[in-house]
């Protein structure tokens, strides 16, 4: 079957750094996607990865590895308008998008 | 510039009643899709379309159907509604469906089958 694995919650401080890990086991790769879900709203797109490496876009970063099946998401320099979910969705052979269940991230000042 | 709009933005429906919910797009994107979004669970696909005239099975479609008449419209219809389809739905659209594409989301309709 098709799996996608992410923390369900994790907390940081307000001005620090936060890595957000993502594991998935597809049929087929054909890219990872990042998005950001506030409370009570549409998910909006963050990232994209379909080489390994890190992709840098200002205070957010992700990585992937494919013979791992393992993603990241790196956010710097933390606001309390960072607080929401984290979705990992990877699109599999089908071109369809796999999601993980979402990390949700509290901010602490 | 409105992106993805979806209605309603909330519904209570009792059980048995049949129940369409509207999506429409601006963006001439060729693909666009419906996503049931539940408590920890991921989004989970339940229909899709990759052009107009053009319809496909998700990984939950029981219970669903939905029409693709044109590029901009894709409602989505519950025939009987059950309250395991009390859910948050979300419509998306992409350029092409192809990989790299990003998805936008519409806000999304928050449903109570009761």
Redo the contacts between chains.
């Keep these: 079957g098709q799996n996608i694995d992410q923390p369900t919650e994790m907390t940081a401080t307000e001005g620090a750094i936060v890595q957000i890990n993502c594991t998935y086991q597809t049929s087929g790769f054909n890219g990872l996607f990042w998005y950001q879900q506030h409370a009570g709203e549409a998910p909006t797109f963050l990232s994209y990865n379909v080489l390994d490496g890190l992709e840098e876009k200002g205070r957010f970063s992700s990585f992937l590895s494919r013979s791992k099946g393992y993603s990241y998401l790196l956010l710097k320099e933390l606001q309390m308008k960072d607080s929401a979910s984290y979705l990992c969705a990877v699109m599999d052979s089908n071109y369809q998008l796999i999601w993980g269940a979402g990390t949700k991230l509290i901010i602490k000042p | 510039i409105a992106g993805i709009t979806q209605a309603p933005t909330s519904q209570i429906l009792a059980a048995g009643r049949r129940m369409t919910l509207r999506c429409t797009q601006d963006m001439r994107h060729n693909a666009m899709y419906w ?1 049931r979004q539940d408590l ?6 339940i229909h ?1 379309s990759n052009t107009a005239g053009t319809t496909g099975k ?1 990984e939950v479609p029981d219970g669903y159907s939905v029409s693709r008449a044109n590029t901009d419209d894709f409602p989505l219809t519950l025939a009987s509604a059950v309250p395991s389809q009390t859910s948050v739905y ?1 419509c998306a659209s992409s350029d092409s ?4 594409d ?7 309709t928050r449903l109570s089958v009761l």
């Design positions: 996503y920890g669970l991921g989004l989970r696909l899709y998700g979300f469906g192809t990989p790299g990003i998805q936008y989301f519409g806000a999304g």
